[in-house]
């Protein structure tokens, strides 16, 4: 499956945001999908993941409550909703779907197509 993220940008503390992932292929409804992110200096880390079939989501502790990830099968879209946004959710955010499906895996490596990357700046 081939990734493509957008809507990122720059917002206040406390803001929202919504990052979009368009994907290509046939079997997108069977995969799992995963936003990660990566600050300045630090590795990539997993934010939210939805898995393939079955839908089930699982959360980093430091965006529960905050971020809501959904996809929609019929139009190959995921999504993150990010509100009540912090400085230290400062980051690149990339999409990534795996193969491994009805369970959310948090490694990147279970990962095997990633987009791009876009940028979330969190500043006043």
């Known amino acids: 499956v081939q990734l493509q993220a957008s809507g990122g940008g720059l917002v206040q503390p406390g803001g929202s945001l919504r990052l979009s992932c368009a994907a290509s292929?046939?079997?997108?409804?069977?995969?799992?999908m995963g936003w990660f992110r990566q600050a300045p200096g630090k590795e990539r880390e997993f934010v939210a993941g939805?898995?393939?079939?079955?839908?089930?989501?699982s959360y980093a502790a430091s965006v529960k409550g905050r971020f809501t990830i959904s996809r929609d099968n019929a139009k190959n879209m995921v999504y993150l909703q990010m509100n009540s946004l912090k400085p230290e959710d400062t980051a690149v955010y990339y999409c990534?779907?795996?193969?491994?499906?009805?369970?959310?895996?948090?490694?990147?490596?279970?990962?095997?197509?990633w987009g791009q990357g876009t940028q979330v700046t969190v500043s006043s």
């Open positions: 939805v898995s393939g079939n079955n839908g089930i989501t």
């Open positions: 292929g046939p079997t997108f409804s069977r995969y799992t």
């Open positions: 990534a779907g795996s193969s491994i499906q009805n369970t959310v895996v948090k490694t990147a490596l279970a990962f095997g197509s």
